[in-house]
């Protein structure tokens, strides 16, 4: 999972706050040259009269767009909002329903037959981009049946985990951050009407991570900061937002539980909507419905010869218990993954499967509290126009201190020593890390902050069976077996988020598919589930896998012996995370379909 998911309009389990006034314009006496280089928002120079007038609407609306949300902006290495915390007042989320489509408009006024074939990329792109913001707001409506959408955790955490700039400087931010808590939660008070219980469950959850964010993981970030009087602040910071959050937990419980009987599930129609505008897929849902059945089989096949190469004449259960129980220690969880980088790194590069650009490493950690709950593993890196901090994480969610040893060992049992390697190549090498490291050379502003899932989770989930089937740990079936358990739970997560949420599956049938076609844990059968109401479209892991493994097919036949698979896999994520139906009109100059 990609935490950093700078593509995503609106990320689906962290809605950063809206402000309703625009940024602050670009003085227009400057060069435009000399404001691109001041400015990373600026337009660029040049261009027809067409080319410009995109262009400008394309800044205009970044600039507004990151005002809007502060939190967002820290994340993506844009540093002018560092102090607000923003606005998710009902008319801020108005103001800025209204700006969107007044930039929709003003679209439909361009002459995109007047744009170059690349810009004609940006243009679709960003037209889709924008509408999904709005369908968000006014017809998925998170900020109304969502408590999350109301955690500020990531808006603090963003000035907590990047090295840029001076400590001080980062820790006055956070300052002046939780001093706008109670006014934000406030908000979310007079938003949120009929949750589904569920996510007011998981909610208060979230919010008692938050607390424990600020108690145990800000003080030592900021260690070297002397400064009595600025701690001070702090501690006077903190407590009025941990008392806002205590209080919002309370009234969560107390008044917004007993009254949270909304549905978490879409509707076809929503559901297609969001695959449009969030994927450009227009895929009919019965079809890729069939299509993920079928590869549930070849994965399901695949992970029984595995079974049969590690224990001839074994049950596949049995070969399943012994993958559970080989796993690492609670202590040993972290160490082990950090020894499995270097390999996976130095065989990515050395079989040309892709190059590395960076000798910088992705460092691995405990995930962070506030996000444990509902996070496996994933990767935080940096955003696309940060200059100064390019530290990456690997996160890994440990078990907490107050489980019972059941609960403990059955999470442990979905980090064995043959499913770990494969989670590994996703988060990091070839994966989300090595991604982020070609997505800094993404042309244009569009392309920067904006993008699809099923590219950055397809990616990475591509990865796994494709360095196996590229020869890495060729001859180590118990590897093989583990690349497919993981595989089977993308199958599973495929099914699972359509029919959940057009076809009637409750939420114990999508308990049950995970262990029976996945053959997970009962535990984290059920966070994998109870995703699926939070994370409707995680089904966009498969889908992109596939629509990429069609697409270097397709490739590969048109280019014959010149198709060099590294270089196809450096174009791709050059590109950063376009939708594949993009990426077919780039490479191969057709809008033919992806599946």
């Given at each position: 999972?990609?935490?950093?998911?700078?593509?995503?309009?609106?990320?689906?389990?962290?809605?950063?706050?809206?402000?309703?006034?625009?940024?602050?314009?670009?003085?227009?006496?400057?060069?435009?040259?000399?404001?691109?280089?001041?400015?990373?928002?600026?337009?660029?120079?040049?261009?027809?009269?067409?080319?410009?007038?995109?262009?400008?609407?394309?800044?205009?609306?970044?600039?507004?767009?990151?005002?809007?949300?502060?939190?967002?902006?820290?994340?993506?290495?844009?540093?002018?909002?560092?102090?607000?915390?923003?606005?998710?007042?009902?008319?801020?989320?108005?103001?800025?329903?209204?700006?969107?489509?007044?930039?929709?408009?003003?679209?439909?006024?361009?002459?995109?037959?007047?744009?170059?074939?690349?810009?004609?990329?940006?243009?679709?792109?960003?037209?889709?981009?924008?509408?999904?913001?709005?369908?968000?707001?006014?017809?998925?409506?998170?900020?109304?049946?969502?408590?999350?959408?109301?955690?500020?955790?990531?808006?603090?955490?963003?000035?907590?985990?990047?090295?840029?700039?001076?400590?001080?400087?980062?820790?006055?931010?956070?300052?002046?951050?939780?001093?706008?808590?109670?006014?934000?939660?406030?908000?979310?008070?007079?938003?949120?009407?009929?949750?589904?219980?569920?996510?007011?469950?998981?909610?208060?959850?979230?919010?008692?991570?938050?607390?424990?964010?600020?108690?145990?993981?800000?003080?030592?970030?900021?260690?070297?900061?002397?400064?009595?009087?600025l701690w001070a602040r702090y501690n006077a910071a903190k407590k009025q937002a941990v008392d806002a959050t205590k209080s919002f937990i309370q009234w969560m419980q107390a008044d917004l539980l007993p009254r949270s009987h909304g549905s978490y599930v879409l509707g076809e129609e929503r559901y297609r909507k969001k695959l449009l505008y969030e994927e450009m897929v227009d895929i009919?849902?019965?079809?890729?419905?069939?299509?993920?059945?079928?590869?549930?089989?070849?994965?399901?096949?695949?992970?029984?010869?595995?079974?049969?190469?590690?224990?001839?004449?074994?049950?596949?259960?049995?070969?399943?218990?012994?993958?559970?129980?080989?796993?690492?220690?609670?202590?040993?969880?972290?160490?082990?993954?950090?020894?499995?980088?270097?390999?996976?790194?130095?065989?990515?590069?050395?079989?040309?499967?892709?190059?590395?650009?960076?000798?910088?490493?992705?460092?691995?950690?405990?995930?962070?509290?506030?996000?444990?709950?509902?996070?496996?593993?994933?990767?935080?890196?940096?955003?696309?126009?940060?200059?100064?901090?390019?530290?990456?994480?690997?996160?890994?969610?440990?078990?907490?201190?107050?489980?019972?040893?059941?609960?403990?060992?059955?999470?442990?049992?979905?980090?064995?020593?043959?499913?770990?390697?494969?989670?590994?190549?996703?988060?990091?090498?070839?994966?989300?890390?090595?991604?982020?490291?070609?997505?800094?050379?993404?042309?244009?502003?569009?392309?920067?902050?904006?993008?699809?899932g099923s590219m950055a989770e397809g990616w990475a989930f591509y990865c796994e069976e494709g360095m196996l089937d590229h020869g890495y740990r060729k001859d180590d079936p118990k590897f093989e077996f583990g690349v497919m358990r993981w595989a089977l739970v993308r199958a599973c997560r495929f099914q699972v988020g359509i029919r959940v949420h057009t076809r009637g599956m409750t939420m114990d049938q999508a308990i049950a598919y995970f262990v029976?076609?996945?053959?997970?844990?009962?535990?984290?059968?059920?966070?994998?589930?109870?995703?699926?109401?939070?994370?409707?479209?995680?089904?966009?892991?498969?889908?992109?896998?596939?629509?990429?493994?069609?697409?270097?097919?397709?490739?590969?036949?048109?280019?014959?012996?010149?198709?060099?698979?590294?270089?196809?896999?450096?174009?791709?994520?050059?590109?950063?995370?376009?939708?594949?139906?993009?990426?077919?009109?780039?490479?191969?100059?057709?809008?033919?379909?992806?599946?």
């Amino acid at each position: 999972m990609l935490r950093r998911f700078a593509m995503s309009a609106f990320p689906a389990l962290a809605l950063a706050a809206l402000l309703a006034s625009p940024a602050g314009a670009v003085s227009k006496s400057r060069p435009a040259a000399a404001r691109a280089a001041a400015d990373p928002l600026a337009p660029p120079a040049g261009g027809n009269s067409t080319e410009r007038r995109f262009w400008l609407l394309v800044s205009d609306w970044t600039r507004y767009f990151f005002a809007a949300r502060p939190g967002y902006a820290t994340m993506q290495g844009i540093h002018r909002y560092d102090s607000q915390l923003g606005d998710y007042s009902r008319a801020a989320i108005d103001g800025y329903v209204a700006r969107a489509r007044r930039v929709l408009a003003d679209l439909k006024t361009i002459d995109r037959s007047r744009l170059t074939a690349s810009e004609r990329i940006d243009f679709d792109l960003f037209q889709s981009g924008v509408e999904g913001q709005v369908f968000d707001l006014t017809e998925i409506r998170r900020w109304e049946n969502d408590p999350s959408s109301y955690n500020y955790a990531e808006s603090i955490y963003g000035l907590v985990a990047r090295t840029y700039g001076t400590p001080r400087a980062r820790l006055t931010a956070v300052i002046s951050r939780l001093n706008q808590v109670p006014r934000f939660l406030e908000a979310g008070k007079r938003n949120l009407v009929n949750p589904p219980e569920l996510f007011t469950r998981f909610a208060g959850e979230d919010f008692e991570g938050t607390i424990e964010f600020l108690d145990k993981e800000i003080p030592p970030a900021f260690a070297s900061v002397k400064d009595r009087a600025l701690w001070a602040r702090y501690n006077a910071a903190k407590k009025q937002a941990v008392d806002a959050t205590k209080s919002f937990i309370q009234w969560m419980q107390a008044d917004l539980l007993p009254r949270s009987h909304g549905s978490y599930v879409l509707g076809e129609e929503r559901y297609r909507k969001k695959l449009l505008y969030e994927e450009m897929v227009d895929i009919p849902l019965d079809s890729l419905l069939a299509t993920g059945e079928r590869e549930l089989q070849r994965l399901e096949a695949r992970y029984a010869a595995a079974a049969a190469k590690i224990h001839p004449g074994a049950t596949l259960e049995e070969v399943t218990q012994e993958m559970r129980r080989d796993h690492p220690t609670a202590a040993g969880l972290i160490p082990y993954a950090e020894g499995l980088l270097e390999a996976e790194r130095s065989y990515a590069i050395s079989s040309h499967f892709i190059d590395v650009p960076s000798e910088v490493r992705c460092k691995v950690r405990p995930t962070p509290s506030f996000d444990a709950s509902r996070s496996f593993a994933s990767l935080d890196s940096p955003g696309p126009f940060e200059k100064e901090a390019n530290e990456a994480y690997y996160n890994i969610t440990v078990p907490e201190a107050d489980w019972d040893s059941a609960h403990v060992e059955q999470h442990l049992q979905g980090f064995s020593h043959w499913t770990l390697p494969s989670v590994s190549l996703h988060e990091a090498y070839p994966g989300h890390y090595v991604h982020f490291l070609y997505s800094k050379r993404a042309p244009g502003l569009v392309r920067k902050t904006m993008g699809c899932g099923s590219m950055a989770e397809g990616w990475a989930f591509y990865c796994e069976e494709g360095m196996l089937d590229h020869g890495y740990r060729k001859d180590d079936p118990k590897f093989e077996f583990g690349v497919m358990r993981w595989a089977l739970v993308r199958a599973c997560r495929f099914q699972v988020g359509i029919r959940v949420h057009t076809r009637g599956m409750t939420m114990d049938q999508a308990i049950a598919y995970f262990v029976d076609h996945a053959h997970m844990e009962r535990a984290n059968a059920e966070r994998e589930a109870y995703r699926a109401a939070f994370d409707p479209t995680y089904i966009v892991y498969m889908l992109g896998a596939l629509q990429i493994r069609k697409l270097r097919d397709d490739v590969a036949r048109a280019e014959g012996a010149k198709f060099d698979l590294a270089r196809f896999h450096a174009s791709l994520l050059s590109e950063g995370a376009l939708p594949v139906a993009l990426l077919r009109r780039i490479l191969l100059n057709d809008s033919g379909p992806s599946l």
